[in-house]
T-cell receptor, first 114, second 115 residues
Framework: NAGVTQTPKFRILKIGQSMTLQCTQD?????MYWYRQDPGMGLKLIYY???????DKGEVPNGYNVSRSTTEDFPLRLELAAPSQTSVYFC?????????????FGPGTRLTVT | EDQVTQSPEALRLQEGESSSLNCSYT??????LFWYRQDPGKGPEFLFT???AGEEKEKERLKATLTKKESFLHITAPKPEDSATYLC????????????????FGQGTILTVHP
């Protein structure tokens, strides 16, 4: 049981390039989330999904896109990378988005845009 | 808008020196308050969930408590391996319909325990 896995661990992008951050969970969780964490700041929600085929925006969705074709996978797409997207990105999942269920986090992807 | 403020931003302790971390929150209806531990270069690791004022939970040297306005994470006789960033997050209640489990995080407290 690997939990939540993310790839890559590190990535450097040039301004204007695109990339996809991968996230997979093997806990059969129906809710999945993408967060970004900037130094000295709390985690901010980018996008979330309540199940395959259903996604919605979080607090900071601009510049990102997501898809959810399976229960296990929830990739995050960055189009036209900008320096403001330099951050650490965490994927998380939970059994339910309802009350009382904790979220389990992946190890993160550290992205630098130069 | 939900707000979560953690204090202090950083805390240095000697091994065995007990102390507390604070998490103050403003939320229209609290459904759950979560504590996470985050080691450098890793994702947050779940520690506790507290649901109502007066509730307490313990795990090894950690004890979390909750009031209507704040939560404390008490660390008793800490060891160097307790060094980490501790995050708290609140989940707002939803009067009707489903909730996607939105968490609002504080900025964290960096704890360093010296041997």
């Amino acid at each position: 049981n690997a939990g939540v896995t993310q790839t890559p661990k590190f990535r450097i992008l040039k301004i204007g390039q695109s990339m996809t951050l991968q996230c997979t969970q093997d806990m059969n969780h129906n809710y999945m989330y993408w967060y970004r964490q900037d130094p000295g700041m709390g985690l901010k929600l980018i996008y979330y999904s309540v199940g395959a085929g259903i996604t919605d925006k979080g607090e900071v969705p601009n510049g990102y896109n997501v898809s959810r074709s399976t229960t296990e996978d929830f990739p995050l797409r960055l189009e036209l990378a900008a320096p403001s997207q330099t951050s650490v990105y965490f994927c998380a999942s939970s059994y339910s988005g309802g009350f009382y269920y904790e979220q389990y986090f992946g190890p993160g992807t550290r992205l630098t845009v130069t | 808008e939900d707000q979560v403020t953690q204090s202090p931003e950083a805390l240095r302790l000697q091994e065995g020196e007990s102390s507390s971390l604070n998490c103050s929150y403003t939320v229209s209806g609290l459904r759950g308050l979560f504590w996470y531990r985050q080691d450098p270069g890793k994702g947050p690791e779940f520690l506790f969930t507290l649901y109502s004022a007066g509730e307490e939970k313990e795990k090894e040297r950690l004890k979390a408590t909750l009031t209507k306005k704040e939560s404390f994470l008490h660390i008793t006789a800490p060891k160097p391996e307790d060094s980490a960033t501790y995050l708290c997050a609140v989940q707002e209640g939803n009067a009707g319909g489903t909730s996607y489990g939105k968490l609002t995080f504080g900025q964290g407290t960096i704890l360093t325990v010296h041997p």
